[in-house]
T-cell receptor, first 114, second 109 residues
Framework: ETGVTQTPRHLVMGMTNKKSLKCEQH?????MYWYKQSAKKPLELMFV???????ENNSVPSRFSPECPNSSHLFLHLHTLQPEDSALYLC?????????????FGPGTRLTVL | GQNIDQPTEMTATEGAIVQINCTYQ??????LFWYQQHAGEAPTFLSY??LDGLEEKGRFSSFLSRSKGYSYLLLKELQMKDSASYLC??????????WGAGTKLIIKP
């Protein structure tokens, strides 16, 4: 138990569906992250939020839309995804996004796009 | 460009020692992280090195050579529960983590 929870743990969706991934951290951190993890590939940073403000968007397609209503919650809204978007989506948090800060990860959402 | 290299897979025997190497090339450097990830679980923090040398933490040690862009994770007295993927990540000048693809470690009895 890392103090970061993600729901759902598994999600299967069609290319025309709209769904959302949820992340919640109970660590009092100020920074939250979305990563994509594909098999045998490095973790890809998608978005970073620091004090609820988006500070990084690593050229992520607009079919992925993040939302950070407060420092404890982070969402990833999904629409018109492609089969190549199938992956494990990991959420992480840290004290803040600058300087040395250990990141704490959630267990991930395993997404399959049909 | 930024690049992290580590072996894809390693096999070792229970009770033995294994060294997982990582070479990095990033824009600036603010430290090197190692994480452990069991199948289907969250990555969990193992170590952080920013100065040259060896940091020991129980059965696990991590080494860094900044001049060589090189780190290794040393696991001693291997146990079956050490079977996992080990992720190397370098923190660049913007404090972003640049990740390797991970090394899957298989422990055999």
């Amino acid at each position: 138990e890392t103090g970061v929870t993600q729901t759902p743990r598994h999600l299967v969706m069609g290319m025309t569906n709209k769904k959302s991934l949820k992340c919640e951290q109970h660590l009092g951190h100020n920074a939250m992250y979305w990563y994509k993890q594909s098999a045998k590939k490095p973790l890809e940073l998608m978005f970073v939020y620091n004090f609820k403000e988006q500070t990084e968007n690593n050229s992520v397609p607009s079919r992925f839309s993040p939302e950070c209503p407060n420092s404890s919650h982070l969402f990833l809204h999904l629409h018109t995804l492609q089969p190549e978007d199938s992956a494990l989506y990991l959420c992480a948090s840290s004290q803040d996004s600058g300087g040395y800060n250990e990141q704490f990860f959630g267990p991930g959402t395993r997404l399959t796009v049909l | 460009g930024q690049n992290i290299d580590q072996p894809t897979e390693m096999t070792a025997t229970e009770g033995a020692i294994v060294q997982i190497n990582c070479t990095y090339q990033t824009s600036g450097f603010n430290g090197l992280f190692w994480y452990q990830q069991h199948a289907g679980e969250a990555p969990t923090f193992l170590s952080y090195n920013v100065l040259d040398g060896l940091e020991e933490k129980g059965r696990f040690s991590s080494f860094l050579s900044r001049s060589k862009g090189y780190s290794y994770l040393l696991l001693k007295e291997l146990q079956m529960k050490d079977s996992a993927s080990y992720l190397c990540a370098s923190m660049d000048s913007n404090y972003q983590l640049i990740w390797g693809a991970g090394t899957k470690l298989i422990i055999k009895p």
